[in-house]
């Protein structure tokens, strides 16, 4: 996932993320900044203005990504609690060599305008994700099946993948160009949702109003304002408790928890860190608090097509001058962990140390890095959008890399979301910048693949390693537990090529009010918005 506002990317995935990641979701608000009027039995919610259209195959950004997660339901979905995958359109997902899949699926689903969930309404959808010239942005998720080569260029030789076999209108048969393991555990991310044939007729208009098969059916979409859900009350899964939802979108996390203490929003999924250290403005949520580790993590990526980066040496140097533990206490009142790798703690395969002493603070090896490098020209800036809790530890890390290298650093902030997004995808930086990553599934090669990997969705800096690409297709082709470990051990390419600078792992510090109760932050850190009751 995603990319997330506070994260700087999704990522899609980077927590625009990502990511995620970790996790902020704001951007530009109503212009007076407060929360807009909503209708009774409705459950308010902070969040970022989409980034593109609540497409699912177009979606990477924590804005529209929390919309989708509740518009759309796939053949698979997460334990809200444990994020363990279980079953949801799909009656069955079963495979006797890993790599060749038959799906049946479960009879009683339909979208919210009426209209079944088939096969075709998968196999259309992810042959239209798929296909290069439609510039989906979760393209690259279809890659393990077979024909995506041919179908994903600028100019394809062909318009479907070969893997897709519809069986009938309840199973179709999905080939993969090599054994996956991970593939059933893929298959609950957004990007593989179904799509009904109305979108098939106009994309552009679907993506400003869609339609979906999820636990909350769309209503309107006001830019920069809010987007309004209504529960689907046919909805074959678990019925959400609450009629309404509307996703408030605001300039700044401080005045979305000014509103959240005045109870004119209902949930904030990150209390801003202006007020982490003020103990006397929290207690004022009392039990109304969330914290809990979250499948996400915060870092800084250098842009690899300036050379000024080139040398691993000068990127380790940089790593190296960063106070992680100081900070944290200084930014984060302590509530932050450390990364020591790139994988997060809460899925299977994480390694600890896995980055070794690029991500330790030492300053006296930092500056023999640097010199061995050949130093660094110029000024040094770390690129950050100014509508995400950013600034502070920014600010931090400059004053760290500054005091310990004697390199001028200093912070550059884009005005929104959407406009450093653009610079990142259009690489146009000249300087570090920050991205985050909130997983999109919960797997070791979630972190890995898609950010790392040389044609990864999420692969902003450009990083390219031959071997480490060779690593992912071998761990994606292995049983299980032998995959992991795979997985793992490519860690330690990360650790001496440091495309990007480990920081945080994702910690869910959110609040909510009096209004509600059963409020549950799922390990992807997003609320799961089917369970939470209204007081009032």
Known sequence: MRRSALLGKRAASWCACGLVAVVALTACGDSDDSAPTVPPDTVTVNSSEPVRPLVPTDTTEEGGGAVTANLFTGLVTYD?????????????????????????LNPGWTFH??????????IKAWNFGAYGPNRQLNRSFFAPIAGYAEVAGEAPSA??????????DSEFTVALSAPNSQFPVMLGYVAFAPLPEVFFRDPTAFGRAPVGNGPFKFVS???????????????????PKVANVTFTIYQSLDTAFEDLLANRLDILDAIPTSVETTDAVLAQLGDRTVSQAAGVIQSITFPLYDERFANADVRAAFSMAIDRAGINDAVFAGGREAATGWVSPVVDGYKPDACGTACTFNPQVAQELLARGGGFSGDLTIAYNADGDHQGWVDAVCESITTTLAVPCTGTAYP??????SAVTN?????????????????IDNFLVPLFTTDGSANDGGYSNAA??????????????????????????LAADMPTIPLWFGVVTAGYSENVREVTFTPFSRVDLTSVELTR
């Not at 609690?81 to 049946?104: C, F, L, M, Y």
């Not at 305008?113 to 998968?122: I, K, L, N, Y």
């Not at 992912?472 to 032998?482: F, H, K, L, R, Y």
Request: no cysteine.
């Open 427 to 443: 690489q146009e930086m000249t300087g570090l910048f920050h991205s985050g990553w909130r997983m999109d599934y919960p797997s």
């Open 468 to 493: 480490f690409d060779a690593m992912m297709d071998t761990a994606a082709s292995q049983p299980t537990i032998q995959g992991v470990r795979t997985f793992q051990e490519s860690e330690a390419l």
């Open 221 to 239: 979409w006001q830019p920069n304002s809010a987007i309004r859900l209504t529960r689907f009350d046919q909805y074959p899964g678990a019925k």
């Open 80 to 104: 809200p609690k444990t994020a363990a995958p279980r079953n949801a359109v799909a009656a069955g997902i079963t495979s006797e060599d890993q790599q060749n899949w038959r799906i049946t």
């Open 416 to 421: 929104d979301f959407t406009a450093f997004r």
């Open 159 to 168: 318009e479907a993948l070969t893997g897709l076999v519809k069986v009938s």
């Open 113 to 122: 305008d009426g209209t079944p969930v088939t096969a075709d309404s998968f």
